[in-house]
Structure formats: C-alpha cells, structure tokens
C-alpha cells in the first residue's frame, strides 16, 4: 500500500505552523487518490508538544523524533532524520508545506533518496499508481502537469491551494523514533524575529498590501489593515527599497497569499506580484494609474490616490459596525 | 577564495510568457533571454567577495552553444572564466545538481553560489540536491539586513561574511517571520534571495575583456553523468484567466459591493 508522508513543522514557540494543516489535506486527498495511507512525521527538541493536536487529523500514524541537536532547525541535520524515517516506512511520497523551512529541506531530504521532486505542488491529478502533480512555472504564468518517475516523489504543496485539515478525525497512533542525528558543517547562530500583532500573511483572511504608491509611507495601510484584523503586504519594490521588512512581500518570489479579501493599494501588479495574489477571493486595487496591470485581476478597482481613499475607506467601514 | 557560480540561461523575466496551443511547451518566438536574476545576484556576491579576499570567480552553465551568451555576460560583469557544460536535451533538477556536483569536484571551490531558484521552472532545488550530494553545509536564501540603499551596498561590501580563520562564511537568510544567520563550514553551497545584492551592470571595458576569457567546453559524457530526466512535463497550460472585474466611482460604492455582493466585510 502506498505511504504518505507528511512532515510538520513547528514554529520557533514550539506551537504548529499553520501551513502544515493545508500540507497534511493535502495529503490526505494524496492518499485517497494513490489508494495509501497518511503518516505525519515530525522531528526537533519536544516534537511532543503538538503530539495531540497532530493526531486528530486523520492519519494512520504520527511519528514523533525529538533529539537534543534538533533544538534549531537546520537543513542538514533534519533532513538526515527525515530521510531514514521514510526509508525504514518505505513512504512513497513525502511532502511538506512550501514554506521556507519545506523548501530547504524537502530538496535535501529528496537529494538523499535520489528523488524526484515537484515543488508548490497546487493539484493532484490521476489515481493508484498514476498520479501527476499541477504546479506553477514562469512566475505563475504557467502551469504545467508534472509527472515524478524516482521511486519515491517528493513534494512541496502550497498552502493556498488546498483547506486546512480539520481536527477531531479519530485519534491516530503515536509513534515515538530515535532521530538518526548526523553531525552539521552547518551551525545555527541566531534568529530574529520580525514580531508582528497582526495575523501571518499566509494565513490572513484579509491582505491589505501596499505599493510604490505609499512612497514608503505605511500608515495608511497598516490602519486600515488594524480596522479589518487584516496582515500587511507590499510589492517588491517596497521590500527592496528597505520601506517595510522583506517578509511582508507578495509575490512569486515573497509570499504567495490567497485570503478572501486582498487590497492592493498604490500596486500598478508585476507579473511576479500577480503570481503571489491571484487566486485571492476577492480583490481591491486602489491606483492612480487607469492603465495598471493590477486592473486586470480585480474584481473592483479605483482610479483614485491612495492617501484620499484609505481614510475615507476606513470612515466608511466603520459604518458597518 | 575560489566560488563557482551558476548562470543559467532563462526568458527575460519581463517577456509574456504564452503556452503553445497543443500544451506541449511555451511560445519561445520573440522571446529575449537573459542569465537568471537570482544567479546575477549570485555572480555580484562572488564578485564582492572575491574583491574582498582575493581569488577566483568561476561561473558555470549547461545548456546548449547559447548559454555561452550568459557566460560572457558573467565574465563581462568580472567573472575570470567560465565552465560551459554542452548539453542540448531536457535536464530535470537531479541531473543538473549531478553535473555541478562533477564540476564541482573537478574544480574544488570553497564555496558554490546559485540562484535560489531559476525563473523558468521555479523549482528551488538545485543548491540543496547539490550541497546533499557533496555533503556540504547548506545555506539557502541568503539576504541581508540592509536595504538596497543603504551604505553598504553602495560600497559593494559582500553580505556573506568569511571568518577571519577563513573556514567559514555567516550567512542571513531570509526565513519566515524574519532572519535566520546560519555559519557554514567551507566548503559550502549558499543560495541567493532577491535582496542580498543589486548586480552591477557589465562595463564597456568588461565586456571587450570578456570576449578573450576562457570558457571550457565539457560535456555530461565527459562528466560521466548520466541526466535522463526524473520528472516529465505531461502538458502545459494558462493559468485560469480571472473574470473582469468593475470600475468603482467612489468609495460608498466600494463598501456597498464589498459588503452585499463579496460579502467580505
């Protein structure tokens, strides 16, 4: 019977990330379709932690690893411990959230097995043994339906394209392992934090992102964002010019979002800013420019200036309530 | 410090990409071409790098008589030469990391750069297939703290840093919810994120020099390497287009439809 198996991931605090939800859907549906079962792994210092919460999700097994040297994430020595655990369950397929932790690793755990691997998987097409998987090229503009022929197949699966796996499914077996910990060329030094109240981009049900057009002036966006309980994005020229922090941006190569209301304020729309926001439920775009692609994905679009809209959008909203 | 550096050949990242009727591929007609953008950034930080601490940037690229183009663009940039691996057919992720991973060990560099991802297949895999198969550290998505008009990368000072014993490198990487510095052990494989540079343009008197550096001509052949394809591409197609959207006059008119008819607010 074909193996699936998911790696979760935890934050820095210890609790799930919450694309790891998305990615073990994913797999589930993964499972259905090659007639196998679900297994979720989780290695690091107290993969215990979120052991309750991993094993209401439907899986036949939740396979725990927790040594010492896993304190920090590091692709190197996961990928060690990952890989012989896939091995000794003969998984088929192994997958992770595309986040940046999925994308360092899953190669790498892929490079040891001598895998095939299909990264930001969005579909899972066929059945049994015939599966191939939809995946996004050329920043977006095309996607193409990939097939894997290694023995096993690995991959990243985006976290806006499939729901969050739901709790409460039965409970799956526990399974505690010891890690094969291997020594790191590579040393964990530090991690900052950009802390942040409001929601994680990725996870956000409304996005209020802001452009050029803010000439680097926030406050706008960052009020009207608060008002809304919405995260906060930029284009990347924002990013670059050092305006807002790097992982705020939207884009193929930033954060890839796809919240139920996206507002794009002072965004004439990249091709690659497209790439990152498309498949948003709803979308808004606030620009000067009549002529801005960003026209051209929304559902309700303004020629106006930012700076005249967002006050008066943010007096009207307060309307509602 | 010797780094090899990766210069694959990709559509210009401005071009209109447009799938062919029958999904079998894109439409290459009209198309421009250009070195990767990540692995431009790749090339600026070898070349920072070795300004720096003296040494040797050697770039490398497979791919048929045309990718001597992004060759020459690199050794143009400063790059002293060029590893051209000849190879015309189709090449998946495992096939490239198994050809760098024979150049790599043909030339014995203390540190390979590549883009973090190359902007036709978006892959994000090649570094770390690479780094795996040498059994090196790994340090992907490398950034900085500064931004891109900060004093720093005006005076072009390198963002990965070579420790004064000169056996490793620290390296920023761009994480979620913020920065990771890793210190990896030379030899070692880092992968560039959008802001760790801005790439210089090539010169006039650089691009006259590039055309009398060396590029050497290999071949999967010569490397042993067999690349058939893992992953095939059954078929392409365009993205679901978007149902146009409306122009609103005013505001009100914008709450109106957000709360009745998108229901979102």
Not at chain 1, 244 to 262: F, I, W
Not at chain 1, 308 to 320: F, S
Not at chain 2, 23 to 36: A, F, H, T, W
Not at chain 2, 133 to 139: C, K, N, R, T
């Given at each position: 019977m074909p193996i699936?198996?998911?790696v979760?991931?935890?934050?820095p605090?210890?609790n799930?990330?919450?694309a790891?939800?998305?990615?073990?859907?994913a797999?589930?549906q993964?499972?259905?379709?090659?007639?196998?079962?679900?297994?979720?792994?989780?290695?690091?210092?107290d993969p215990?932690?979120?052991?309750?919460?991993l094993?209401?999700?439907g899986?036949?097994?939740?396979?725990?690893g927790a040594a010492?040297?896993l304190e920090?994430y590091?692709?190197?020595?996961?990928a060690p411990?990952?890989?012989?655990?896939?091995q000794e369950?003969?998984?088929d397929?192994?997958?992770?959230?595309?986040?940046?932790?999925?994308?360092d690793?899953l190669?790498?755990?892929a490079?040891?097995l001598r895998a095939?691997?299909?990264t930001?998987v969005?579909?899972?097409?066929g059945?049994?043994?015939?599966?191939?998987f939809?995946r996004?090229?050329?920043?977006g503009?095309?996607?193409?339906d990939?097939?894997?022929?290694?023995?096993v197949?690995?991959?990243?699966?985006?976290?806006?394209?499939f729901?969050?796996?739901?709790g409460?499914?039965g409970?799956?077996e526990v399974k505690t392992?010891s890690?094969?910990?291997e020594?790191?060329?590579t040393?964990?030094?530090?991690f900052?934090?950009?802390?942040s109240?409001?929601?994680?981009?990725?996870?956000a049900?409304?996005v209020?992102?802001g452009?050029r057009g803010?000439?680097?002036d926030?406050k706008?966006?960052?009020g009207?964002?608060?008002?809304?309980?919405?995260?906060?994005?930029?284009s990347r020229?924002?990013?670059?010019?050092?305006?807002?922090?790097?992982?705020?941006q939207?884009?193929?190569?930033g954060?890839?979002?796809?919240?139920?209301?996206?507002?794009a304020?002072?965004?004439?729309?990249a091709?690659q800013h497209?790439a990152g926001?498309?498949?948003?439920?709803?979308?808004?775009?606030?620009n000067?420019?009549?002529?801005?692609?960003?026209?051209?994905?929304?559902?309700y679009?303004m020629?106006?200036?930012?700076?005249k809209?967002?006050p008066?959008?943010?007096?009207?909203l307060a309307k509602?309530? | 410090m010797k780094i090899?550096v990766?210069?694959k050949?990709?559509e210009?990242?401005?071009?209109?990409?447009?799938?062919?009727p029958?999904?079998?591929?894109?439409v290459?007609e009209?198309l421009?071409?250009?070195?990767?953008p990540?692995?431009?950034?790749?090339?600026?930080e070898g070349l920072?790098?070795?300004?720096k601490h003296?040494?040797?940037v050697?770039?490398?690229?497979?791919?048929?008589?045309?990718?001597?183009e992004q060759?020459?663009?690199?050794?143009?940039?400063?790059a002293?030469r060029?590893?051209?691996?000849?190879?015309t057919?189709?090449?998946?992720?495992?096939?490239?990391?198994?050809?760098?991973?024979k150049?790599v060990?043909k030339?014995?560099?203390?540190?390979?750069?590549l883009?973090?991802q190359?902007?036709?297949?978006?892959?994000?895999q090649v570094g770390?297939y690479?780094?795996e198969?040498?059994?090196w550290?790994q340090?992907t998505?490398?950034?900085?703290?500064e931004?891109?008009?900060s004093?720093?990368e005006?005076?072009k000072?390198p963002?990965?840093?070579?420790?004064?014993?000169?056996?490793s490198v620290?390296?920023i990487?761009?994480?979620?919810?913020g920065?990771a510095?890793?210190e990896?052990?030379l030899?070692?494989v880092v992968?560039?994120?959008l802001?760790?540079?801005?790439?210089?343009?090539a010169?006039?008197?650089?691009i006259?020099?590039?055309k009398?550096?060396p590029?050497?001509?290999?071949?999967?052949?010569?490397?042993?390497?067999?690349?058939?394809?893992?992953?095939q591409?059954?078929k392409?197609s365009?993205?679901p287009a978007?149902k146009?959207?409306?122009?609103?006059a005013?505001?009100p008119?914008l709450?109106e439809?957000?709360?009745?008819e998108a229901?979102?607010v």
């Amino acid at each position: 019977m074909p193996i699936v198996l998911i790696v979760a991931e935890q934050q820095p605090d210890g609790n799930l990330r919450k694309a790891t939800l998305n990615a073990i859907s994913a797999g589930k549906q993964l499972a259905e379709k090659a007639g196998g079962e679900l297994h979720i792994a989780l290695v690091g210092k107290d993969p215990a932690k979120v052991a309750d919460e991993l094993k209401g999700y439907g899986a036949k097994a939740v396979h725990l690893g927790a040594a010492a040297e896993l304190e920090h994430y590091l692709a190197e020595t996961y990928a060690p411990a990952i890989a012989a655990l896939a091995q000794e369950l003969k998984a088929d397929y192994i997958g992770m959230a595309s986040t940046a932790q999925g994308k360092d690793l899953l190669p790498r755990v892929a490079g040891r097995l001598r895998a095939a691997m299909a990264t930001d998987v969005m579909a899972i097409n066929g059945s049994g043994a015939d599966l191939s998987f939809t995946r996004p090229m050329w920043a977006g503009n095309v996607f193409a339906d990939v097939k894997l022929t290694t023995p096993v197949k690995v991959l990243t699966l985006r976290a806006t394209e499939f729901p969050a796996a739901a709790g409460g499914q039965g409970a799956a077996e526990v399974k505690t392992f010891s890690p094969k910990v291997e020594a790191s060329k590579t040393k964990f030094v530090d991690f900052k934090e950009v802390k942040s109240a409001r929601p994680e981009l990725t996870e956000a049900r409304v996005v209020v992102s802001g452009g050029r057009g803010t000439k680097g002036d926030f406050k706008e966006i960052e009020g009207l964002a608060d008002d809304l309980g919405a995260a906060v994005g930029a284009s990347r020229a924002v990013c670059d010019a050092g305006w807002v922090p790097n992982d705020l941006q939207v884009g193929q190569t930033g954060k890839v979002v796809a919240p139920s209301l996206y507002i794009a304020a002072g965004i004439s729309g990249a091709i690659q800013h497209l790439a990152g926001m498309k498949s948003s439920k709803t979308i808004v775009a606030i620009n000067k420019d009549p002529e801005a692609p960003i026209f051209q994905v929304a559902d309700y679009g303004m020629v106006a200036d930012l700076f005249k809209v967002l006050p008066e959008l943010r007096a009207e909203l307060a309307k509602l309530k | 410090m010797k780094i090899l550096v990766t210069a694959k050949r990709v559509e210009d990242p401005e071009s209109k990409i447009k799938v062919k009727p029958d999904g079998s591929g894109i439409v290459q007609e009209g198309l421009k071409y250009k070195i990767n953008p990540f692995d431009e950034i790749g090339v600026e930080e070898g070349l920072r790098l070795v300004a720096k601490h003296q040494g040797e940037v050697v770039v490398v690229s497979v791919g048929g008589k045309e990718v001597q183009e992004q060759l020459r663009h690199a050794l143009a940039m400063g790059a002293h030469r060029a590893v051209w691996v000849n190879h015309t057919g189709p090449v998946d992720q495992l096939g490239i990391a198994a050809l760098l991973q024979k150049v790599v060990e043909k030339e014995q560099p203390d540190l390979v750069i590549l883009g973090k991802q190359s902007i036709d297949d978006d892959q994000n895999q090649v570094g770390q297939y690479l780094a795996e198969f040498l059994g090196w550290g790994q340090a992907t998505f490398a950034s900085k703290v500064e931004s891109m008009e900060s004093e720093q990368e005006k005076n072009k000072v390198p963002a990965i840093v070579l420790s004064a014993d000169k056996k490793s490198v620290q390296v920023i990487r761009e994480v979620d919810n913020g920065l990771a510095t890793v210190e990896c052990q030379l030899p070692a494989v880092v992968t560039t994120d959008l802001r760790l540079n801005q790439p210089r343009y090539a010169s006039l008197p650089g691009i006259m020099k590039a055309k009398s550096k060396p590029i050497e001509e290999l071949t999967p052949a010569k490397l042993s390497v067999d690349v058939t394809p893992a992953i095939q591409v059954l078929k392409m197609s365009a993205p679901p287009a978007r149902k146009a959207g409306i122009k609103v006059a005013d505001v009100p008119a914008l709450v109106e439809k957000l709360h009745n008819e998108a229901k979102v607010v």
